[in-house]
């Protein structure tokens, strides 16, 4: 699947990035970030903790604002629109409605823990897309089949592990059939023994040609699932390509240096 | 690091614990272990006992308490109006509180400057003023404003009515309560508020949730398992506190039972018919409050915890497992 991907000709990638700028105050953590996510593929983001990489997947679906750039997602600019040489932020209605296409799953699960594992996969496809209540019950239970977790329907978050809260936030991401998939380090809260089955989960979506970008330290994942890993250090892309290269013959000293560390 | 022999042990480590030469270890093996004895602990119990006794044995036996004078009084028809007069303001006060505190809380927390400004000069305003203070300004509102008119503002008025007319003492009373009840209400919903986890909104703006579900639906019940105790607290303080307006003749309970021992002088044993109504509206609230805070523990635990008749039924198996028309 995946090298059916590469080799198919892209003229538009599905999720496209230029120039992205973002200031905390002083702190400058994304300065000037380009990227480009083909539809189907599956990219892992490596880099130090504080290098930008989790605040370059919020401003993907516009959880932070940007100072300069933009994120482009199939076609559609994400949270601004341009008028004249300026881009103006959305209305946060819109930004909503964008939300829906773009599946985010946090390193805390963040599911909602006074809804029940079902209630937690109908309400947005029922609140955002007013889809009707029962077609969106019928397709949660159909997503908590595929992420093996059917009989928890009617359990609540604080009655499942963490491995299995993850899998539920999952499955509720992919309950609005969104475009592409951001996942913020989906394994960095888990007890060691746990980190399996989600990666599992992640694999089986890869293989289903889902759109996913991915931060993470799991370096076996990204060797085993990646199309592009992308390296970050001090907000900014140091290198990319396959898993091949940038894994095993990188070309920088910065990239070399992390992978002896986290390897 | 190996264990050798039993002299192998750190020689010299001062503190609790140091080595006793004449204990022989081998000889603890299946040992039975005695939990240490607390006398002075039962003593102090027991003392504080014989104290409540005594003090119980006062309110039987002491003609002071007058009880003949209670058990008259105590469902009287004065008093039972009174009491719904106390209901009343306590019910409307709460409602007025709760639903203004609601819309400051909702001010204080919002994107708008000014809003935000507002709502703390509200809360700062009437957090200020003393309660009693307030109810006898609302109760001298006609003075201040003989008329007052709908229309737009600094514009044309559109209908007028006399304040003297629309605004009873009851009235005022309610509007004192509530105002100053809301200055407390927004305080602990932005409290309840705060305390739930940034990654709930978060997570539901990621999902594309309309705004207003997002407070309703994801922020808000789980708020409201920090506001309940707070708030069950500001019910039951309104409820005693309404026992204040009695400076604006108003016949809710304690004013009553002052007018009755105005009457006939028997000042204790009325004393204890509010005393004891006041005590039995708090019960009952409390045992609402329990229900309500039950409902909303939602998930909170891995196990919800059992009702109090589902304690006394796991005590008494005789009884029945639902209790008539409850939620068992």
């Not at chain 2, 600094?154 to 009840?181: C, K, R």
């Amino acid at each position: 699947m995946t090298t059916l991907t590469k080799s198919a000709p892209t003229p538009a990638p599905m999720v496209r990035v230029r120039g992205l700028h973002k200031s905390y105050g002083p702190l400058e953590v994304l300065r000037g970030v380009d990227l480009d996510v083909p539809a189907g593929s599956v990219t892992v983001v490596l880099g130090p903790s504080g290098s930008g990489k989790s605040t370059l997947l919020r401003t993907i679906n516009h959880l932070e604002k940007l100072d300069r750039g933009h994120v482009a997602i199939d076609g559609e600019l994400i949270g601004y629109r341009r008028s004249g040489d300026k881009l103006y932020e959305l209305k946060e209605r819109e930004v909503l409605r964008q939300r829906t296409g773009i599946g985010f799953v946090f390193q805390n699960f963040n599911l909602f823990p006074h809804l029940t594992v079902l209630e937690n996969l109908v309400e947005a496809p029922v609140a955002a897309l007013r889809r009707p209540k029962a077609a969106a019950r019928a397709a949660a239970l159909a997503l908590l089949e595929r992420v093996g977790l059917a009989d928890k329907a009617a359990a609540y978050p604080r009655q499942l592990s963490g491995g299995q809260q993850q899998r539920v936030a999952i499955a509720r991401a992919l309950a609005l059939e969104p475009k592409v998939l951001l996942f913020d380090e989906p394994t960095s809260a888990l007890d060691p023994e746990l980190v399996g089955e989600v990666l599992d989960v992640l694999k089986d979506l890869a293989r289903s040609g889902t759109t996913m970008i991915v931060v993470t330290h799991e370096i076996g994942f990204a060797r085993e699932v990646a199309d592009t890993v992308v390296f970050m250090d001090g907000g900014v892309v140091v290198e990319q390509g396959p898993p091949a290269e940038v894994l095993d013959r990188p070309r920088h000293e910065r990239t070399r240096a992390f992978l002896a560390k986290v390897l | 690091m190996t264990v050798t022999t039993e002299a192998a042990a750190p020689p010299t480590r001062p503190g609790p614990g140091a080595a006793d030469p004449d204990l022989d270890l081998a000889e603890l093996d299946g040992l039975r272990t005695v939990p240490a004895r607390h006398p002075l602990r039962w003593a102090a119990g027991i003392t504080a006992l014989v104290l409540l006794v005594q003090f119980g044995h006062g309110l039987a036996t002491n003609p002071g308490w007058d009880w003949p004078t209670f058990r008259l009084y105590f469902t009287a028809d004065s008093i039972l109006r009174a009491i719904g007069i106390t209901l009343q303001l306590t019910f409307y006060g709460t409602v007025l509180g709760f639903t203004l505190g609601a819309v400051v809380a909702a001010m204080r927390l919002s994107r708008s400057t000014i809003l935000r400004a507002i709502a703390w000069g509200y809360v700062w305003v009437f957090r200020s003023i003393p309660l009693i203070v307030q109810l006898v300004f609302w109760f001298n509102l006609s003075y201040l404003y003989k008329r007052l008119g709908f229309g737009i503002p600094f514009g044309p008025t559109f209908g007028e009515f006399e304040v003297v007319g629309v605004l009873s003492a009851l009235g005022a009373a309610v509007l004192g309560l509530g105002l100053h009840q809301a200055a407390f209400a927004a305080e602990i919903i932005r409290g309840g508020i705060l305390a739930v986890d940034g990654g709930q909104r978060e997570a539901a703006a990621a999902l594309g949730i309309p705004r207003w579900r997002q407070a309703w639906r994801i922020v808000l019940p789980q708020a409201m398992r920090g506001i309940l105790p707070a708030a069950a607290n500001e019910v039951v303080s309104l409820l005693k506190g309404t026992s204040v307006v009695y400076v604006m003749a108003i016949g809710e309970l304690f004013y009553q039972a002052q007018v009755i021992y105005g009457r006939t002088g028997r000042v204790v044993p009325l004393l204890m018919v509010a005393t004891v109504w006041y005590v039995l509206l708090t019960t009952l609230l409390s045992v609402v409050q329990y229900y309500v805070e039950r409902h909303f523990a939602r998930g909170a635990e891995r196990t919800p915890p059992p009702t109090p008749w589902q304690r006394l039924r796991a005590a008494v198996p005789a009884l029945p497992a639902r209790l008539p028309g409850g939620r068992g």
